[in-house]
């Protein structure tokens, strides 16, 4: 098996973006192998606290690994971390003083084949990022219609040979369940016209929709960033990676809308509508990688942070 590993994105961009202080409390919905926890309890040392949250067990147990010294001053939990709330109320946790969220495959994932999330080794078709839900990459590929496979395909892959390649799935599978990545990947790469692929493997957004589909990726995420950023105190800080467009769709329209003052209609003498300006957008361009790093960390290269604070 494959060593949990996962190279923390804009570590210091991260870093500095929380503007952590010693005794606050933090929490990183997505703590992997623990990299950006690691750096939040050691820069908010002696008293800093900090809760986590993962799906993957094997993510959970690197991280409490790494995070061994600093025992008593953090807690992970086996949930989403869409589950916040109700995560944050066990742990007597009313407003926080920043949180961490990287929505980044970690390199464990994509490089231990038997989690089958990757198309660049052939093994059982899985992606679930918590080994313990029911639904599985077979089940989309094998158990949805075709116009369901084309549609993830598209929203979630922006992948032009959608409806090609989801017809081709389910002729395939007529013959024969569709069991590995490497028959999957076969299937998609038969798909797409042979001028498309001259630039290597051309499976990789096919992989990506079909795993957000299978973990729930984009399902409540606006929602879980607006109730997090609104659990801020103030002048808390908000840190979000995204790696595709969809995600930082999401995240930007959320904190426009929570930047956002009153939306009256200009020639009312007061205002009805109650919205208050809640945050301050301190990332007004999404900050990217730089070169160096996108160069020793090739998963940097599509990353993009914003950053807001609670006012």
């Known amino acids: 098996m494959t060593a949990f590993s996962h190279q923390p994105v804009m570590l210091e961009e991260c870093m500095q973006g929380l503007a952590l202080r ?12 623990g990299g950006h926890s690691s750096e939040i309890l050691r820069r908010t040392a002696p008293d800093g606290r900090l809760i986590a949250t993962d799906l993957d067990e094997d993510a959970i147990a690197a991280a409490d690994k790494r ?6 001053r953090y807690r992970i939990h086996h949930a989403n971390f869409k589950e916040f709330a109700s995560v944050l109320d066990s742990e007597g946790v009313g407003e926080l003083d920043g949180v961490m969220l990287d929505f980044g495959v970690s390199s464990y994932q994509l490089d231990e084949a ?6 660049m080794h052939d093994a059982p078709l899985d992606m679930r990022m918590d080994a313990g839900a029911q639904l599985s990459a077979a089940d989309v590929v094998n158990g949805y219609d075709e116009r369901s496979i084309a549609r993830i395909l598209k929203e979630y892959g922006e992948e032009r040979f959608a409806a090609k390649i989801a017809a081709n799935i389910v002729r395939a599978r007529a013959k ?19 001028k498309f692929r001259q630039n290597g493997p051309c499976a990789r957004k096919s992989f990506q929709a079909i795993r957000i589909e299978v973990n729930g990726e984009l399902s409540g995420l606006a929602e879980a960033v607006r109730g997090l950023t609104r659990r ?24 426009r809308d929570l930047e956002t003052d009153c939306i009256c209609d200009k020639s ?7 919205k208050k300006k809640e945050i301050e957008i301190i990332t007004r361009k999404p900050i990217v990688a730089q070169e160096g790093e996108r160069e020793q960390n090739s998963r940097s290269k599509c990353a993009k942070l914003r950053i807001a604070e609670k006012i």
């Open 67 to 72: 995070l061994s010294e600093f025992r008593g």
């Open 176 to 194: 024969a369940p569709i069991r590995t990545t490497g028959e999957l990947a076969a299937v998609i790469e038969g798909s797409i016209p042979a």
């Open 232 to 255: 801020l105190k103030k002048g808390g800080r908000i840190c979000i990676l995204t790696f595709h467009s969809l995600e930082d769709r999401i995240v930007k329209n959320v904190f």
């Open 22 to 33: 010693p005794g606050g409390i933090y929490f990183d919905g997505t703590v992997g192998g």
């Open 114 to 119: 038997s989690r089958g999330f990757s198309y």
């Open 268 to 274: 009312l003498p007061v205002c009805v509508c109650g």
